[in-house]
């Protein structure tokens, strides 16, 4: 069972930027297509980048295509998401998971604790 622990997230101003980490345990990670979803309050948890196991396929939801970056590094056993230009529509609890593919899916593993960003208009 991979455990995942999400972390990184702040308070940031709109147009500013943050990067988040996601730390798997398991020697399973490199096998997973990884993916970063996000839970704003009152609505349901979304999914917004994926990455392929090797990190040279990724997906990105058209809400943050253009502004977040999704990158892996498999002998760290970690997963980022680079988040600039952020809104305040961003704002939301962030969680990494693995998934079926690097386009989405359901979740594969439990779920962490997630990392809370707000981002401030």
Avoid at 45 to 54: D, L, T
Avoid at 87 to 111: F, H, I, M, Q, R
């Amino acid at each position: 069972q991979v455990q995942l622990v999400e972390s990184g997230g702040g308070l940031v101003q709109a147009g500013g930027s943050l990067g988040l980490s996601c730390a798997a345990s398991g020697r399973t990670f490199s096998r997973y297509a990884m993916g970063w979803f996000r839970q704003a309050p009152g609505k349901e948890r979304e999914f917004v980048a994926g990455i392929n196991w090797s990190g040279g396929n990724t997906y990105y939801a058209a809400s943050v295509k253009g502004r977040f970056t999704i990158s892996r590094d498999n002998a760290k056993n970690t997963v980022y998401l680079q988040m600039n230009s952020l809104k305040p529509e961003d704002t939301a609890v962030y969680y990494c998971n693995l998934v079926p593919s690097y386009t989405g899916g359901a979740p594969l593993g439990s779920w962490g604790q997630g990392t809370q960003v707000t981002v401030s208009s």
